[in-house]
């Protein structure tokens, strides 16, 4: 019922940023809780960030805290990933979100019920 649409990836040099921007389609949901995943070649989806429309709260993961900056637009159904600071370890395929119940961990993969394609993030040295 929810199409995500990451973009805003690309190539960027150590210590640069980056903007990436999550639209979503169709049915959205006032109180869903809208999450940043990464996956890295060779390992597993990881958590990065989440936010809640309603509420406003916000979560990141230690790795990237102080350096990433989720944020949304609820008129326009797409939330942004500010990333700042990026280091080689922050390359990965970056990908949206969606979580419609209150119910399950914000951090947690399985909790998600929709996801975007992913947008390439790739930091050089």
């Known amino acids: 019922q929810v199409q995500l649409v990451e973009s805003g990836g690309g190539l960027v040099q150590a210590g640069g940023s980056l903007r990436l921007s999550c639209e979503a389609s169709?049915?959205?949901?006032?109180?869903?809780?809208m999450g940043w995943f990464r996956q890295a070649p060779g390992k597993e989806r990881e958590f990065v960030a989440a936010?809640?429309?309603?509420?406003?709260?916000?979560y990141y993961a230690d790795s990237v805290k102080g350096r990433f900056t989720i944020s949304g637009n609820n008129a326009k159904n797409t939330v942004y990933l500010q990333m700042n600071s990026l280091r080689p370890e922050d390359t990965a395929v970056y990908y949206c979100g969606v979580k419609k119940s209150i119910i399950g961990a914000l951090m947690t993969l399985a909790s998600y019920d929709y996801w975007g394609t992913g947008t390439q993030v790739t930091v050089s040295s």
């Open positions: 169709g049915r959205t949901f006032s109180s869903a809780v």
């Open positions: 936010g809640r429309w309603i509420g406003g709260n916000t």
